[in-house]
């Protein structure tokens, strides 16, 4: 972190996040919100690169942004009345509590604990070493996470799928 | 040629003057990066730009000549400056706001889509060392940087306020996502027998096995192309934008020099497209040891631009699916065979790499497995879904079917 460049970004990249991070809860337009949304994943991916995690920065991008904001807006399109405010709930004042208890203890971690640097560089390519890890040392993991995504998959069929579906064909 | 090596006037690599240049300059090293990076950009953006002018042309003209009619031929000798009169056009019109939009996104839409089309170009080597930035997860950013446009897309026609443009947008963000996989599928075949998401390691395998991508995996190519149409929204794949259907889709409220952002990125996003094609698939920047005479950038341009006039003859010929057709394609129909194809490949390179065959031995009874693969999946898995054997009746689609029941009782329907 001693090169100038990389600090300009960090800051640049963390005023940005926390930013719209801090504007997805306060804006009223639910619409607006997911954009901030996406501005605060940009951002993360942004933070990646600056750590030289340039496989997690893409993929961070390609699911975040590409998949995960997509899914969130078609819920919000397709939910009658949702898309017009984000209203104040009655679940307002518990849930500031627990984000400020939340934030309390990621900063309590944070200042406790002693973070040290290596003075190795940063990674060449970290890609083949996840794809390593992943089919070698964590294949259980991975395996059973493929697993629940087909049950996810299987079941989104079962739900969408016509009724009396078997008497038409 | 080899005398030129790396000398300034070395017009084989565009990147040797600059680096004289810079070396010449003396500065520190940062400041170096930060003027190289620079001059790539703008490089790289007047070169699109050139090229977006020049297509607009040649496309009007090319599909005019398809469709036996004339096409534009009043601006300039055989309509050359057509295309900077209707730029002048574009600029000088009035960019109307309606009232119940989003003012905010509505404006922000045309930027956005922007972003992903035009950075595509940065991992993108022109020549031996003419990439930007040679990421290590080249390929992988290519599909992320698609993954961006449907967000914009979506914030352009929601913004609106209009129903035609949220219905395109809509009928986009199904289609992008469908067909994303589609084509995560097809570049993985590609990677998988590289090795490496690096697009000059991709462009280097090719140099050095003598053979393109596309020899060895037809099936991949096929459907890349199919999900580039679709990505870069062109007929036949163009619902989003059905003129037809929806007025002009998720752009329908657009006006004045906010509408051209929308048509300029969509032949970025053509360029883009093709320019991944290339690299990936055709072999980028070499030509089997012409690229030692011809400087690279020329071979990979030419390549290019005829991958991209594959776009424009398809749109001239091809007529509009629609959206459950093109939904069911993508679903049904690509995504079985790519995952074969995906299962296939690695077995080949499994085998390969066990065997320890000669590439002379190897490569080509790969292409020979990938080809007869291509067909015979093509063929047998449209047969086994009822196309093409001519006892496909036609059948009334679901909602006909319904309204019909309620209106006319049972028997009349069916």
């Known amino acids: 972190m001693e090169d100038t460049g990389t600090v300009i970004a960090f800051w640049l990249l963390a005023a940005m996040t926390l930013g719209s991070a801090i504007g997805v809860a306060a804006v009223r337009n639910l619409i607006h919100a997911v954009g901030?949304?996406?501005?605060?994943?940009?951002?993360?991916?942004?933070?990646?690169?600056?750590?030289?995690?340039?496989?997690?920065?893409?993929?961070?991008?390609?699911?975040?942004?590409?998949?995960?904001?997509?899914?969130?807006?078609?819920?919000?399109?397709?939910?009658?009345?949702?898309?017009?405010?984000?209203?104040?709930?009655?679940?307002?004042?518990?849930?500031?509590?627990?984000?400020?208890?939340?934030?309390?203890?990621?900063?309590?971690?944070?200042?406790?604990?002693?973070?040290?640097?290596?003075?190795?560089?940063?990674?060449?390519?970290?890609?083949?070493?996840?794809?390593?890890?992943?089919?070698?040392?964590?294949?259980?993991?991975?395996?059973?996470?493929?697993?629940?995504?087909?049950?996810?998959?299987?079941?989104?069929?079962?739900?969408?799928?016509?009724?009396?579906?078997?008497?038409?064909? | 040629m080899v005398l030129l090596k790396g000398e300034w006037y070395d017009f084989r690599d565009l990147t040797n003057p600059v680096r004289e240049l810079l070396d010449g300059l003396g500065l520190p090293g940062d400041v170096d990066y930060v003027i190289w990076s620079i001059l790539g950009a703008v490089g790289i953006l007047l070169w699109l730009i050139l090229s977006v002018l020049a297509f607009i042309w040649i496309e009007r003209r090319v599909v005019a000549l398809m469709q036996n009619r004339i096409g534009p031929n009043r601006v300039g000798p055989a309509g050359l400056l057509q295309p900077v009169a209707d730029a002048i056009k574009l600029l000088l019109k009035e960019a109307i706001t309606p009232r119940a939009t989003d003012k905010l996104i509505f404006w922000l839409g045309p930027i956005l889509i922007f972003i992903p089309t035009i950075v595509v170009f940065a991992v993108i080597p022109f020549g031996e060392s003419m990439a930007l930035a040679d990421l290590n997860v080249g390929v992988l950013f290519l599909i992320a940087a698609a993954g961006i446009n449907t967000p914009a897309v979506f914030m352009a026609g929601w913004a609106s306020n209009n129903k035609y443009a949220l219905l395109g947008a809509m009928r986009t963000i199904a289609m992008l996502i469908s067909y994303e996989i589609v084509q995560v599928l097809a570049l993985l075949g590609a990677v998988i027998f590289v090795g490496s998401m690096r697009l000059q390691d991709v462009v280097g395998w090719q140099d050095e096995f003598n053979t393109w991508l596309l020899f060895v995996q037809p099936l991949g190519f096929v459907a890349y192309i199919i999900a580039g149409a679709v990505e870069i929204n062109r007929s036949p794949m163009d619902i989003s934008e059905a003129e037809s259907e929806l007025a002009a889709g998720y752009h329908t409220e657009y006006s004045g020099i906010k509408f051209g952002f929308f048509y300029q990125a969509e032949y970025l996003a053509g360029f883009a497209v093709a320019a991944a094609a290339t690299t990936i698939f055709l072999g980028g920047w070499t030509l089997w040891g012409l690229e030692e005479w011809i400087p690279g950038w020329i071979i990979f341009l030419g390549k290019l631009y005829v991958t991209f006039f594959v776009y424009i003859w398809s749109r001239g010929t091809l007529p509009r699916l629609r959206i459950d057709q093109l939904m069911n394609f993508a679903w049904k129909f690509m995504l079985p065979l790519m995952i074969v194809n995906v299962l296939v490949v690695g077995t080949e390179v499994l085998i390969w790499d066990e065997t320890e065959a000669s590439r002379n031995v190897a490569l080509p009874a790969i292409a020979a497995i990938n080809a007869a693969l291509a067909v015979f999946l093509i063929v047998g898995w449209a047969r086994f879904l009822g196309h093409g054997t001519g006892t496909q009746a036609g059948r009334r689609a679901t909602l006909t079917d319904e309204v019909g029941r309620i209106y006319y009782g049972a028997e009349a329907s069916s």
């Open chain 1, 36 to 169: 901030m949304l996406i501005m605060t994943f940009a951002g993360l991916a942004g933070l990646y690169i600056t750590l030289s995690a340039d496989f997690i920065a893409v993929v961070q991008v390609l699911i975040y942004i590409g998949a995960i904001a997509i899914l969130i807006i078609f819920a919000i399109v397709l939910t009658p009345q949702a898309g017009r405010h984000n209203q104040e709930g009655f679940m307002r004042f518990p849930a500031l509590g627990l984000g400020g208890l939340i934030a309390a203890t990621m900063i309590y971690a944070a200042l406790d604990t002693d973070w040290a640097t290596s003075d190795r560089p940063g990674f060449e390519g970290t890609a083949t070493v996840i794809g390593d890890a992943l089919l070698d040392r964590y294949a259980l993991p991975f395996e059973i996470a493929s697993v629940l995504l087909l049950a996810a998959v299987i079941g989104a069929i079962v739900l969408v799928r016509p009724e009396g579906m078997e008497e038409d064909e």
